[in-house]
């Protein structure tokens, strides 16, 4: 799962007479101040509530960090940060090269000077939160068009963030709309910009099983990395520096070596990226159909990169980070768009809507103020979907996901110097200055996630798909050009823009970004010459987005306050990239008739899985282990193994790969990296016999780091060193 919530709070105890166990499943990713209405302590925490989040920055949570797309947390008074092995790959993938492949091969740095870089990855601590949203919507006036309420929400929110960011140079402020815009919340940030590689695992260990296992149980991957964040002398995020040294946290989180049990009490702290719990039957339908129409060009993709990638180690660790978060996607829709159909969700949420309007329509007061939204949101999603349709493959082709890498650098750059002729307040967020430093790092990092002439033949394959489509859904640059319905016409135009351009050198793209648009244009490059005729249509359909996306809120806004009424305030809003806490118990589950699953994997079933080639190849080191039972302190007293993975009753969704999974008392048991198949539908709608996250076994990754790498300075940093451990220090 990667880089990746509609609830009605309470607990629910469903029996099910093809489980010998009861379902306790939580369908809330609840905000930190909501924590309070969910009895913890009844429900087994045994510590206090009150502890988990402070707002002076002491509590659990301010243990736990943004990495941008997926969460790790401290886990020493040193800045050592435990997150995933995937969510760690960017930085793998990029500091890896056919001499050094540390994909394959794993790193480990045995000293601190040993540690090399994260590229392009930060740290961001929580400091705090509150609610802004008389402040948000003080600009907001009556009888505003939906474009006029996107911008003024837009500017109240810069000027929010701006003041915010002024208590520091390290300070990140961003500000957030909950339950579609019925409120709006400040978060603050401590940034660390200097990240750094400290330990990752080979990946057959690290990727055990590959894409076949992904999102599915019984699973045993040991899917772990630890990074360390650095700062200046004094304390502040600065960029990387050889002066740096490690940040010392306010809070790290205690590891247990106890062990999990089915029936313990657990929970999860994170970042999750979007969940869509809180949409209407409508929407979900929309998404229903985008997905099953994605899934094929996922397809397409990912064989053309395979094929590209044979026989050529380079170019398949260049493009190794892509392939992974396509495969990703791919399995994750497919298992969407499957439950969808198994549980009928469409009628099920129809079903909930009727239910709705009884409580709408009781009341002649909720009848006025509520009676039209769900025709309202019909409405709206008819004619979106025209709009949305229309302009898929304009917005597609400057990604380097579906159209050119050195066409998406050639937009970033124009786009950028564009925006920077603007004062900073009034350019498009993404190109303010506080964010220049982002889009320069990366325009440098887009080296490591490409191949020049392997992006001019996949720019070639994706024009020639759009030669029989309708001229209107074809961006209006191209139009003449596939007019021609001649893939020899295609190859020739390609050839031409990547024969002439200065864009495949990242130094030539930073230096144009210093130029004023009309020297730009007398470059005469011709990706940059599309560029700008790209970004004609572009910024049209960019200003009539903003449009819809306000409409769309606005009817959303409507239903959610109603949402909010019914349940008299007891409804988590859906994830966005901030931080949420989810209980659950460790649980199996049966998926389908005559299966049960347990809960707790074994080393025993990696074994077991075991082909002798990726993904399923077991190193020889861990296998001497196994067979000698060198376990260590890391045997389960049950299960007579060391206990590879668990599964828990928490939802989780992306970005919250890397989140700790703690036990009653607060302690680290395990890091969250994936879901069920059956449970990633949790997106949409909580099936409670199905939900169920996965997390690798905190014994696994202490055993995998003391005994089948040696790292025993990591074992000890974290204030586990005993026994072989404490030998080593002597």
Known sequence: MRFKVKAIIGVLLVSLLCLPFFVFADEGMWMPHQMRMLNLQQLGLKMNPDDLYKKDGTGLMSAVVNLGGGTGEFVSPDGLILTNHHVAFGAIQRASSKEHDYITNGFLAMTREQEIPAQGYTADILLGYEEVT??????????????????????????????????????????????????????RFKRIKDVRLVYAPPQDLGNYGGEVDNWMWPRHTCDFSFLRA?????????????????????????????????????FVMGYPGRTYRNNLAVEIEYDFNSMVKRMAEFQDIINFIENASKGDKETEIRYASMLKGLYNSLKNMQGKVEGMKKVDLIARKKEQEKEFLAWVNASPERQKKYGKVLDQMADYMKRYDVFASKNELLSNIISPYFGSTVLSQAYTVYRTVLERQKPDKDREAAYQDRNLPYIKQRIQLAERGYVFNTDREFFKHQLKKMMNLPAEKVPAAFRALLAQKSEKAIDEYVDNLYKNTILGDPQKRLELLEKKPAELMKVNDPFINLAAELEKELKVVREESKAWAQE???????????????????????????????????????????????????????????????????????????????????????????????????????????SPTLNAKGEQVGIIFDMTYESVIGDYYIIPEWQRSISVDIRYVLFVTEKFSGAHHLIKEMGLCSGECEMEHK
């Open 552 to 658: 769309r809120a606005d009817i959303k806004k409507l239903y959610e306050a109603a949402l909010l009424e019914m349940k008299e305030g007891k409804l988590a809003p859906d994830a966005n990239g901030t931080v949420r806490f989810t209980y659950g118990l460790v649980e199996g589950y049966s998926p389908r008739d005559a299966v049960i699953y347990k809960p707790i994997t074994t080393l025993k079933g990696v074994m077991e899985k075991e082909t002798g080639e990726f993904p399923f190849h077991v190193p020889a080191k861990l296998k001497e282990l196994y067979q000698k039972r060198d376990f260590g302190r890391f045997e389960d007293p049950i299960l007579k193994d060391v206990p590879a993975c668990f599964l828990n009753t928490t939802n989780v969704t992306g970005g919250n790969s890397g």
């Open 134 to 187: 008389a402040r948000v919507l003080s600009k907001v006036k009556p009888k505003m068009t939906s474009a006029q309420k996107y911008d003024a929400i837009e500017a109240a929110i810069k000027e929010i963030v701006a003041e915010a960011e002024k208590a520091g140079p390290d300070i990140r402020a961003n500000v957030v709309s909950m339950y579609s815009g019925n409120q709006y919340y400040l978060y």
């Open 230 to 266: 650095y700062v200046s002398k004094d304390g502040v995020g600065v960029d990387y520096s050889p002066e740096n040294v490690p940040y010392k946290p306010k809070v790290w989180l205690k590891i247990s070596t106890e062990g999990v049990k089915e029936g313990d009490f657990t």
